[in-house]
């Protein structure tokens, strides 16, 4: 009986696709990813569009490429990792017609990340499949809602938002993520901008992994080194940005100098030296701290062994947050199975005891990361483990943390000329910070005024006072400088520090110098930088990114504004920002209409008409300063729930688990209650208003029809039309999911014009019938139709500027009411009806509703159709500029031959040709095979491809429809498919290129024929 109730209940919630992703999900987690990864070395070369639509769902490429970047985080799985990442930003990227396309490919990584890691619980994998699914629809609304659920902020679809990050950490030095997974969460956040610091030295391979990555997602990154110079009793940091290189490979060549490799291979000494004083806390921790938690909790921790926490690690430098962080992994476990024991016991034991389990349980659930570095790692804990923030033994200590900062910067000015260096503020005083700068002697060009890491701990007394010092230095007020000398000497005068007392006779030297400290400044200026100092590590904290609010939407703003759970941190730093708009000529509509356009350009306000606009922020030169409520926010909030989720209450997983409802239903399920759900209100309306049996009981199915018809004519119209693929089904088109919204809200339209409009405002409230006056009526109807229309859209998360045009083209549709009116009033009089205005009166709703669908079939049917051309050209352009590449490619591989007739003899060339020469032709046979998918499966292939080919030379023609002779490898081709070129699901994709490849050459080359025998000007250009 419960295993037939349960499969009901599963017929009713969730589709078989959430089923099958979940599984496919699950397989290839269990797979083994290396050979997953063999057998998919020419995967990422294909277009998200291309052929492999044919061998596996969008959602099961994005899962590959997740579980690909979070399973490989060692260094010999770089290149792996950059394939993914190139493979997960074209599938987002490259998605359907959307309103929020990159907005909604964010949304669709973070589900399919927890997806991932929901592995064994099997309701929250399908609830997240079904979420993924319900997602890469695109509406709006729905994508807005998961943005919101993430606690991500939308962006701006231009992808022009000043968001940026000028402090983050990877998995090489303290963080969680790789380099690659940095980058990519980077972009989910949306961040533009991102200064990734590493401790002492660097890689070359993770510079070229951090450089590789940040490219293929467009994001602009700098890589900082921070080294920490001798300061008097303490350390200074300082970050050195080298700057100045012509690309990736250029900075790799450069960190393999050997001045440069000797600069390194002495800070691994200084990380080696800090990882000796980790293990020796680890093992203090171990004797001292261990036995008091298992005392005190209950618990049975055994001690940590130091293999494992080096594993752990991995390739970063190990920390004592990585310890914390370790401690932390090995304890939960255990809290959560002493808490299910006291869950047990609790509804028996006495108040006093219960009490006691509450107290032990809320000591457990506080023990986060944070928590237990504070209590256990920190030095005053540990004082039989030298403390190394201080400067202690010289000869102990590697030689490079003996350097003070003028020599260390010396040091770093003689490998390069370009570089930028920022001095950390972390126990940072505004006197160090004057010192640092005049001892430097001006190469301290940036500070680091702002660090959300330091701000959460309560390190930022400091600030106002430094972020002082920096205005008056920019501003070269000499004054002011002087005042805050003299404010600093009196402070270290009366200071009880010796050391303090030591360094008046310093200040007073600077204060006699003041006009050179003053001009070390005057051209280049002292710029701030503000960071999160994210590791991702810690739940306490505001995690990685900030952005200026004015970069983004007014919708992001106010959610900003209204946030109450788990609110952002607006920072007291304001940034001045200007929107530039750049307006370029050369669109289609300039190449259609070049003399409209400049008769129309003439009229005032429509200078631009017809160009494209591209918008850009930028944020003013020297513009940040430090204010009350400044206008740059965190991208990241706090953990609304507790930091490791136990309680004597219901569990976490119980918690988990959402209560089946209206989103989770069946898809099938769910659109017919939306069509149900309209065609009540429609049907009864008909049916009580009308006595005639025709309107009484099919007013609403004319009605819907009327509505399906138009939706189901705008989709065909828009894909292809009568000249769409051979392979193609008219229902291809359609998307049902949005019929079924069309016919749901079309159905309270019925009762709004019909009868609160039609009948009761118009004809028995103001006397207003089609025999009295049919233009009024009409009029009215379409306007109220058009406010419905509009309201609608805008409830569903449609773009305002769609929206409203719903409500124009109701308007336009007032002049198509009165003609159908007209020809339905002859048409009745011809055959000889007595009452033709009465007929037409009770017919008036529908024949408004008819006008309005015409005219929006035409608008939306064009739209789609040029939706379409545009996504055609864009893929079309890709495959093409990758085209040439392998071409050149091919020249440079025969320099002596003729590489057009080598093609046409592509079986003979694959016989003789190298190894590397063989490779380039199987990219080659990739790119036509999707241009042959585009041809026969993509809406609007055969239009977009003949624009393209009118842009081409005859020459540039000729080359291109030549290299499709590769298709003809059918037995190389073939076993590229068998080997696993596509995959484990090559069947369908092997017999669509078996069976169709010949037609598509054959009509390629007709269409080709064509184009040549067109006059030169008969198809324009792309």
């Given at each position: 009986?419960?295993a037939?109730s349960?499969?009901?209940?599963?017929?009713?919630?969730f589709?078989?696709?959430d089923?099958?992703?979940?599984?496919?999900?699950?397989?290839?987690?269990?797979?083994?990813?290396?050979?997953?990864?063999?057998q998919?070395r020419?995967?990422?070369?294909?277009?998200?569009r291309?052929i492999?639509?044919?061998?596996?769902?969008k959602?099961?490429?994005?899962?590959?490429?997740?579980?690909?970047?979070?399973?490989?985080l060692?260094?010999?799985?770089?290149?792996?990792?950059?394939?993914?990442l190139?493979?997960?930003?074209?599938e987002?990227v490259?998605s359907t017609?959307?309103?929020?396309?990159?907005?909604?490919?964010?949304?669709?990584?973070?589900?399919m990340?927890?997806l991932?890691r929901?592995?064994?619980?099997d309701?929250?994998?399908?609830?997240?499949?079904?979420?993924?699914?319900?997602v890469?629809?695109?509406?709006?609304?729905?994508?807005?809602?998961y943005?919101?659920k993430?606690?991500?902020?939308?962006?701006?679809?231009?992808?022009?938002?000043l968001?940026?990050?000028?402090?983050?950490?990877?998995?090489?030095?303290?963080?969680?993520?790789?380099?690659?997974?940095?980058?990519?969460?980077?972009?989910?956040k949306?961040?533009?901008r991102?200064?990734?610091?590493?401790?002492?030295?660097?890689?070359?391979e993770?510079?070229?992994?951090?450089?590789?990555a940040a490219?293929i997602?467009?994001?602009?990154?700098?890589?900082?080194?921070?080294?920490?110079?001798?300061?008097?009793?303490?350390?200074a940091?300082?970050?050195?940005v080298?700057?100045?290189?012509?690309?990736?490979?250029?900075f790799?060549?450069?960190?393999?100098?050997?001045l440069?490799?000797?600069?390194?291979?002495?800070g691994?000494?200084?990380?080696?030296?800090?990882?000796?004083h980790?293990?020796?806390?680890?093992?203090?921790?171990?004797r001292?701290?261990?036995?008091a938690?298992?005392?005190?909790l209950?618990?049975?921790?055994?001690?940590?062994?130091p293999?494992?926490?080096s594993?752990?690690?991995?390739?970063?430098?190990?920390s004592?947050?990585?310890?914390?962080k370790?401690?932390?992994?090995?304890?939960?476990?255990?809290?959560?199975?002493?808490v299910?024991?006291?869950?047990?016991?609790y509804?028996?034991a006495?108040?006093d005891?219960?009490?006691?389990?509450?107290?032990?349980?809320?000591?457990m659930?506080?023990?986060?990361?944070?928590?237990?570095?504070?209590?256990?790692?920190?030095?005053?804990e540990?004082?039989?483990?030298?403390?190394?923030?201080?400067?202690?033994?010289?000869?102990?200590?590697p030689?490079?943390m003996?350097?003070?900062?003028?020599?260390?910067?010396d040091?770093?000015?003689?490998l390069?000329?370009?570089?930028?260096?920022?001095?950390?503020?972390?126990?940072?005083?505004?006197?160090d910070?004057?010192?640092?700068?005049?001892?430097?002697?001006?190469r301290?060009?940036?500070?680091e005024?702002?660090?959300?890491?330091?701000y959460?701990?309560?390190?930022v007394?400091?600030v106002?006072?430094?972020?002082?010092?920096?205005?008056?230095?920019?501003?070269?007020?000499?004054i002011?400088?002087?005042?805050?000398?003299?404010e600093?000497?009196?402070?270290l005068r009366?200071?009880?520090?010796p050391v303090?007392?030591?360094?008046?006779?310093?200040?007073?030297?600077?204060l006699?110098?003041?006009?050179?400290?003053?001009g070390?400044?005057m051209?280049?200026?002292?710029?701030?930088?503000?960071?999160?100092d994210?590791?991702?590590?810690s739940?306490?904290?505001?995690g990685?990114?900030?952005?200026?609010?004015d970069?983004l939407?007014?919708?992001?703003?106010?959610a900003?504004?209204?946030e109450?759970?788990?609110?952002?941190?607006?920072?007291?730093?304001?940034?001045?920002?200007?929107?530039?708009?750049r307006?370029?000529?050369?669109?289609?509509?300039?190449?259609?209409f070049?003399?409209?356009?400049?008769l129309?350009?003439?009229?005032?306000?429509?200078?631009?008409a017809?160009?494209?606009c591209?918008?850009?922020?930028?944020?003013?030169?020297?513009?940040?300063?430090?204010?009350?409520?400044g206008?740059?926010?965190?991208?990241g909030?706090?953990q609304p729930?507790?930091?490791?989720?136990?309680?004597?209450?219901?569990?976490a997983?119980?918690a988990?688990?959402?209560?089946r409802a209206?989103?989770?239903?069946?898809?099938?399920?769910?659109?017919?209650?939306?069509?149900?759900f309209?065609?009540?209100p429609a049907?009864?309306?008909?049916?009580?208003?009308?006595?005639?049996?025709?309107?009484?009981?099919?007013?609403?199915?004319?009605w819907?029809?009327i509505?399906?018809?138009?939706?189901?004519?705008?989709?065909?119209?828009?894909?292809?039309?009568?000249r769409?693929?051979?392979?193609?089904?008219?229902?291809?088109?359609?998307?049902?999911?949005?019929?079924?919204?069309?016919?749901?809200?079309?159905?309270?339209?019925?009762?709004?014009?019909?009868?609160?409009?039609?009948?009761l405002?118009?004809?028995?409230?103001?006397?207003?019938?089609?025999?009295t006056?049919p233009?009024i009526?009409?009029?009215v109807?379409?306007?109220?139709?058009g406010?419905?229309?509009?309201s609608?859209?805008?409830y569903?998360?449609?773009?305002?500027?769609?929206?409203?045009?719903?409500?124009?083209?109701?308007?336009?549709?007032?002049?198509v009411?009165?003609?159908?009116?007209?020809?339905?009033?002859?048409i009745?009089?011809?055959?000889?009806?007595?009452?033709?205005?009465?007929i037409?009166?009770?017919?008036a709703?529908?024949?408004?509703?008819?006008a309005?669908?015409?005219?929006a079939?035409?608008?939306?049917?064009t739209?789609?159709?040029?939706?379409?051309?545009?996504?055609?050209?864009?893929?079309?352009?890709?495959?093409?500029?990758?085209?040439?590449?392998?071409y050149?490619?091919?020249?440079?591989?025969?320099?002596?031959?003729?590489?057009?007739?080598?093609?046409?003899?592509?079986?003979?060339?694959?016989?003789?040709?190298?190894?590397?020469?063989?490779?380039?032709i199987?990219?080659?046979?990739?790119?036509?095979l999707?241009l042959?998918y585009?041809?026969?499966?993509?809406?609007?292939?055969?239009?977009?491809?003949?624009?393209?080919?009118?842009?081409m030379?005859?020459?540039?023609?000729?080359?291109?429809?030549?290299?499709?002779?590769?298709?003809?490898?059918?037995?190389h081709?073939?076993?590229?498919?068998?080997?696993?070129?596509?995959?484990?699901?090559?069947?369908?994709p092997?017999?669509f290129?078996?069976?169709?490849?010949?037609?598509?050459?054959?009509?390629?080359?007709?269409l080709?024929?064509?184009?040549?025998?067109c006059?030169?000007?008969?198809?324009?250009?792309?």
């Amino acid at each position: 009986m419960k295993a037939s109730s349960s499969s009901r209940t599963s017929r009713i919630f969730f589709d078989r696709r959430d089923h099958y992703l979940v599984q496919m999900v699950n397989d290839m987690l269990a797979a083994d990813t290396s050979q997953l990864q063999t057998q998919r070395r020419f995967f990422h070369q294909f277009h998200p569009r291309g052929i492999k639509e044919m061998a596996e769902s969008k959602g099961l490429r994005i899962a590959y490429a997740v579980i690909h970047l979070l399973k490989s985080l060692e260094g010999g799985q770089i290149s792996h990792r950059l394939s993914a990442l190139r493979a997960l930003r074209d599938e987002v990227v490259c998605s359907t017609n959307q309103d929020l396309q990159l907005n909604t490919g964010r949304v669709l990584i973070e589900i399919m990340k927890d997806l991932v890691r929901a592995g064994g619980n099997d309701h929250r994998q399908l609830v997240l499949a079904h979420d993924f699914r319900l997602v890469a629809m695109g509406k709006p609304r729905i994508v807005r809602l998961y943005l919101r659920k993430y606690h991500l902020l939308e962006m701006p679809e231009e992808w022009n938002q000043l968001a940026f990050d000028d402090h983050v950490h990877d998995a090489n030095t303290k963080g969680r993520k790789s380099a690659t997974h940095l980058i990519m969460d980077a972009w989910i956040k949306g961040i533009r901008r991102l200064r990734v610091i590493y401790y002492n030295f660097i890689r070359p391979e993770t510079a070229a992994e951090l450089l590789e990555a940040a490219s293929i997602m467009g994001i602009m990154v700098r890589v900082g080194i921070e080294f920490s110079a001798r300061f008097y009793d303490r350390f200074a940091q300082l970050i050195w940005v080298p700057r100045g290189f012509s690309d990736p490979d250029d900075f790799i060549k450069f960190l393999r100098q050997p001045l440069v490799r000797a600069l390194m291979d002495e800070g691994r000494q200084v990380s080696e030296y800090e990882r000796r004083h980790v293990m020796a806390v680890l093992d203090s921790f171990n004797r001292h701290h261990r036995p008091a938690i298992n005392h005190d909790l209950g618990l049975d921790l055994l001690p940590l062994n130091p293999g494992d926490f080096s594993a752990f690690v991995g390739l970063g430098q190990a920390s004592l947050l990585h310890l914390a962080k370790f401690i932390h992994t090995q304890l939960m476990p255990l809290m959560r199975s002493r808490v299910r024991d006291l869950r047990d016991l609790y509804p028996a034991a006495d108040k006093d005891e219960q009490r006691r389990m509450r107290i032990i349980v809320n000591r457990m659930d506080e023990l986060d990361t944070d928590i237990i570095h504070d209590l256990f790692l920190e030095a005053g804990e540990n004082p039989e483990v030298p403390d190394i923030s201080r400067p202690g033994d010289l000869e102990k200590m590697p030689a490079m943390m003996g350097l003070s900062p003028r020599e260390l910067v010396d040091r770093l000015s003689a490998l390069h000329s370009g570089y930028r260096i920022t001095l950390n503020l972390t126990n940072m005083r505004v006197e160090d910070v004057l010192e640092m700068l005049y001892d430097c002697g001006g190469r301290i060009t940036r500070l680091e005024i702002f660090n959300l890491k330091d701000y959460a701990g309560g390190k930022v007394d400091q600030v106002p006072q430094i972020a002082g010092l920096q205005a008056a230095i920019n501003s070269g007020n000499v004054i002011q400088l002087k005042k805050m000398t003299l404010e600093m000497i009196d402070g270290l005068r009366q200071s009880v520090n010796p050391v303090d007392r030591q360094r008046v006779e310093k200040f007073r030297k600077i204060l006699s110098d003041l006009e050179t400290f003053k001009g070390m400044y005057m051209i280049r200026p002292l710029k701030p930088r503000v960071g999160s100092d994210s590791t991702g590590q810690s739940p306490r904290l505001h995690g990685m990114g900030l952005v200026v609010m004015d970069s983004l939407p007014p919708r992001a703003q106010k959610a900003v504004r209204e946030e109450k759970e788990s609110p952002r941190l607006i920072i007291p730093f304001h940034v001045d920002t200007e929107l530039r708009l750049r307006y370029m000529q050369g669109g289609d509509a300039e190449k259609m209409f070049p003399r409209l356009l400049q008769l129309v350009r003439m009229i005032p306000g429509l200078r631009f008409a017809g160009m494209q606009c591209r918008r850009e922020w930028y944020a003013r030169e020297n513009s940040t300063r430090m204010v009350g409520r400044g206008n740059v926010v965190t991208l990241g909030g706090l953990q609304p729930v507790s930091p490791n989720r136990l309680s004597l209450g219901q569990s976490a997983a119980e918690a988990d688990r959402k209560p089946r409802a209206w989103p989770y239903l069946n898809t099938r399920l769910k659109n017919s209650l939306k069509i149900a759900f309209g065609f009540i209100p429609a049907f009864l309306t008909f049916f009580l208003a009308y006595d005639w049996w025709v309107l009484a009981f099919f007013g609403a199915f004319i009605w819907f029809g009327i509505t399906g018809l138009r939706n189901v004519l705008q989709s065909v119209l828009g894909g292809g039309g009568i000249r769409r693929s051979s392979l193609l089904r008219w229902n291809d088109y359609i998307s049902w999911d949005r019929l079924s919204d069309s016919l749901m809200f079309t159905g309270f339209s019925v009762p709004l014009l019909d009868y609160f409009i039609k009948t009761l405002l118009l004809n028995q409230g103001l006397g207003i019938t089609v025999a009295t006056h049919p233009i009024i009526l009409y009029a009215v109807m379409a306007l109220v139709n058009g406010i419905y229309l509009t309201s609608h859209n805008l409830y569903r998360g449609l773009p305002p500027e769609a929206a409203f045009a719903n409500f124009f083209r109701s308007i336009f549709s007032i002049p198509v009411a009165f003609a159908f009116n007209e020809v339905a009033g002859g048409i009745l009089i011809l055959a000889g009806v007595a009452d033709a205005t009465g007929i037409l009166q009770q017919w008036a709703a529908v024949i408004s509703k008819a006008a309005s669908d015409s005219v929006a079939g035409f608008i939306e049917g064009t739209v789609d159709r040029a939706r379409n051309i545009r996504h055609r050209i864009s893929d079309y352009q890709n495959k093409i500029k990758a085209f040439i590449g392998i071409y050149a490619r091919l020249e440079m591989l025969f320099p002596e031959n003729d590489v057009m007739e080598l093609l046409g003899k592509s079986d003979q060339l694959l016989d003789s040709a190298s190894e590397e020469a063989r490779q380039t032709i199987n990219m080659l046979i990739i790119t036509m095979l999707d241009l042959l998918y585009f041809w026969m499966y993509q809406p609007r292939a055969w239009t977009a491809l003949k624009k393209i080919l009118c842009g081409m030379t005859s020459d540039e023609r000729r080359i291109l429809v030549k290299a499709h002779e590769v298709l003809k490898l059918e037995r190389h081709i073939s076993l590229m498919f068998i080997d696993g070129m596509l995959g484990r699901n090559f069947s369908k994709p092997l017999a669509f290129y078996l069976n169709r490849s010949a037609q598509y050459l054959a009509e390629l080359n007709r269409l080709n024929e064509d184009i040549g025998g067109c006059p030169e000007d008969a198809c324009g250009s792309v």
